[in-house]
């Protein structure tokens, strides 16, 4: 989760790599395999630069947020993009100008956190300049850490009904969906632009339905995350061979499924 709203210059601790290219993850991640445990904003792994895209997360006001994410991705051009909440009230003018102001490559909202489902109308908007845009919409799915309601966590009915009345909009669903896991699993089949990441959860917690799916038919729909800094991306991997995965599902969860979700292909 972000941490609490503060506004005290941005550390390190608030600039979130959401999809490192080299062969890294998905959602609020930072370089990992070879190269993990490096600073947020990117890393080598070989002899290939990672790249990855970059969020500021707990800075409440607009303008504020905006510098503060263009910052650190300007700094390391070659490296990161970016990726910024964005408050349901502002709806489709706020992620438009943030997407052109930043080079976004999607916006991030908590329904958790706001306590709204993710159908409530008051999203519409963003999802509608997400699809103009073509860039993902990240989300949180499964239950809540902090002391708030579950329910809005829910993939069914809630992103089963968002990805129905877009269906061309691109949804990364964070944090897995756990305790609702075959739920989300479920919707992710459902639906060829919805996406599950494995952000807050180390390699060994994942539930057992999840790392079938990600062996199998899900192996192109599953995404590598950390939730740096809470967990590390080292942490996060340590025990990542006892999935048993292929080598060719181990670079679609750590690399190829982030790049093509993201469009992280395109320097643009």
Same mark, same amino acid.
């Given at each position: 989760?972000?941490?609490?709203?503060?506004? @005290?210059?941005?550390?390190?601790?608030?600039?979130?790599?959401?999809?490192?290219?080299?062969?890294?993850?998905?959602?609020?991640?930072?370089?990992?395999?070879?190269?993990?445990?490096?600073?947020?904003?990117?890393?080598?792994?070989?002899?290939?630069?990672?790249?990855?895209?970059?969020? @500021?997360?707990?800075?409440?006001?607009?303008?504020?947020?905006?510098?503060?994410?263009?910052?650190?991705?300007?700094?390391?051009?070659?490296?990161?993009?970016?990726?910024?909440?964005?408050?349901?009230?502002?709806?489709?003018?706020?992620?438009?100008?943030?997407?052109?102001?930043?080079?976004?490559?999607?916006?991030?909202?908590?329904?958790?956190?706001?306590?709204?489902?993710?159908?409530?109308?008051?999203?519409?908007?963003?999802?509608?300049?997400?699809?103009?845009?073509?860039?993902?919409?990240?989300?949180?799915?499964?239950?809540?850490?902090?002391?708030?309601?579950?329910?809005?966590?829910?993939?069914?009915?809630?992103?089963?009904?968002?990805?129905?009345?877009?269906?061309?909009?691109?949804?990364?669903?964070?944090?897995?969906?756990?305790?609702?896991?075959?739920?989300?699993?479920?919707?992710?089949?459902?639906?060829?632009?919805?996406?599950?990441?494995?952000?807050?959860?180390?390699?060994?917690?994942?539930?057992?339905?999840?790392?079938?799916?990600?062996?199998?038919?899900?192996?192109?729909?599953?995404?590598?995350?950390?939730?740096?800094?809470?967990?590390?991306?080292?942490?996060?991997?340590?025990?990542?061979?006892?999935?048993?995965?292929?080598?060719?599902?181990?670079?679609?969860?750590?690399?190829?499924?982030?790049?093509?979700?993201?469009?992280?292909?395109?320097?643009?």
């Amino acid at each position: 989760m972000d941490a609490a709203p503060h506004t @005290a210059p941005l550390q390190p601790r608030d600039v979130r790599v959401a999809a490192p290219l080299d062969g890294h993850g998905a959602a609020e991640g930072t370089p990992a395999g070879r190269g993990h445990g490096r600073r947020a904003g990117g890393g080598r792994r070989g002899d290939r630069p990672v790249v990855g895209l970059v969020r @500021a997360s707990g800075v409440p006001h607009r303008q504020r947020r905006g510098r503060r994410v263009r910052r650190p991705v300007r700094g390391a051009a070659a490296r990161c993009r970016g990726r910024r909440s964005d408050e349901t009230r502002r709806g489709r003018t706020g992620a438009a100008a943030g997407r052109r102001g930043a080079g976004l490559r999607g916006p991030a909202a908590g329904a958790l956190a706001w306590q709204l489902p993710p159908t409530d109308r008051l999203y519409y908007p963003l999802y509608a300049a997400c699809v103009e845009l073509g860039v993902p919409f990240c989300t949180q799915v499964g239950h809540t850490g902090p002391l708030r309601p579950s329910e809005t966590g829910r993939p069914i009915p809630y992103i089963d009904q968002v990805a129905l009345d877009f269906p061309e909009l691109t949804i990364v669903c964070g944090h897995i969906g756990y305790p609702w896991t075959t739920e989300m699993i479920a919707v992710a089949d459902k639906h060829a632009n919805v996406f599950i990441d494995t952000s807050a959860y180390t390699a060994r917690r994942y539930p057992p339905e999840l790392v079938e799916y990600l062996r199998g038919r899900g192996r192109r729909k599953v995404l590598f995350g950390t939730n740096y800094p809470m967990i590390t991306p080292s942490r996060a991997l340590e025990h990542l061979a006892d999935l048993r995965l292929d080598e060719e599902t181990t670079e679609l969860f750590l690399s190829g499924n982030a790049r093509r979700v993201f469009r992280l292909a395109d320097r643009s």
